[in-house]
């Protein structure tokens, strides 16, 4: 049994605290929160330990791991405490909000010989590990070039939620919160990033950060790729899509959240084939929820002593391609990534 911990029991942590009930081997020991309410529905339903205090919660010798789901510009020091009280790390996205920040955390639960997974679940997703799976098979062939586009809409109630909400310090804009996912399956995809251009504009929130970006990538090997993410399309929710172009294929993963495959050929692979797979994954576009796939797999991780899935260093790769963007898109220059 590996016993939990939740710091942050705000929206996402129902997703955390509902995979943990999931899981026959994770246990929810306790919850922190600097505003009690917010830990209250936790408390009556699963009779866990409530904390306002991070350094009280982590006195408690039973917790394994510890879930940080609190606003992203406190993933940082949080995940530095937690780790230096030897217990293991679920980060939500983003990782950090600053490369200095990412590696800090990284080196912390390195020093202390604790896991860090960063929260990317989209990876998990049908559609898209049917994708990863042809482009290791090679089956793609040589890459040309990729698109990631999140059209979607986060109104101003949902800024004016909590103060932290579209801030520079604690969560950014588009890109940092949302097209993170698309960004982090681009380079889980693509490989890593050479270069990057970027134009990104607040046009109809009122927030500090971007509501709507566009890039251009060069990814190391040569192929390139576009992005286009917004908050902004009326009046809600339009599409996620993720295609990919090889001189043997093209795959165009779309629907409002990138479940669904909207084109699929690849030289080579029979139509029954295809049809079967599309078929399965129309039955189930969504799968195993990815939390639930982040949790389950820490649990194997300490079991076998072996790193996470989703480790620091993948969070640090698709944070650093946000910030690359958001460095262009200030610079109004073509940014080289190190
Ligand atoms: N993986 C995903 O799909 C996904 C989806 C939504 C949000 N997120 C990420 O999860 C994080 C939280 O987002 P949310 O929407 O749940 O935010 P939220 O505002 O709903 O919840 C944050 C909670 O953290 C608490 N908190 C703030 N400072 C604290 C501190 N110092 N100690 C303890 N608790 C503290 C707040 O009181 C609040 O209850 C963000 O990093 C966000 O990017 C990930």
Redo the contacts with the bound molecule.
Sequence with gaps: MVNFAI???????N?HVEQIDKIEDAHLVAV????PE?MERFVEKYHVQAHED?TEMLKNDDIDVVNI????G??AP?TTQVANAKKHIIV???IALTIEDADTMIAACKENGVKLSV?H?NRFRPAVMELRKVMDEGKVGKLSHANATVRWNRNQAYYN??D??GTKAF?GGVLM?QAI?NLDLLVWLMGDVEEVFSMDATRLRDIEAEDVSTGIVRFKNGALGVIEAATTIYPTNLEETLSVFGENGTVKIGGRTANYIEHWDIEGMEEKEVKGMIDRIESDPFGKP??QWIIEDMISAIDENRQPIVTGDDGKKALELVLGLYRSAESHQPVKLD
């Design positions: 710091v942050g029991c705000g929206h996402i942590a997703k922190c929160d600097k505003i917010n991070l789901c609190t606003p992203s406190l993933h949080l939500e996205k983003p929260v679940p939620q909590a932290w909400r969560d919160n996912h990815g939390h």
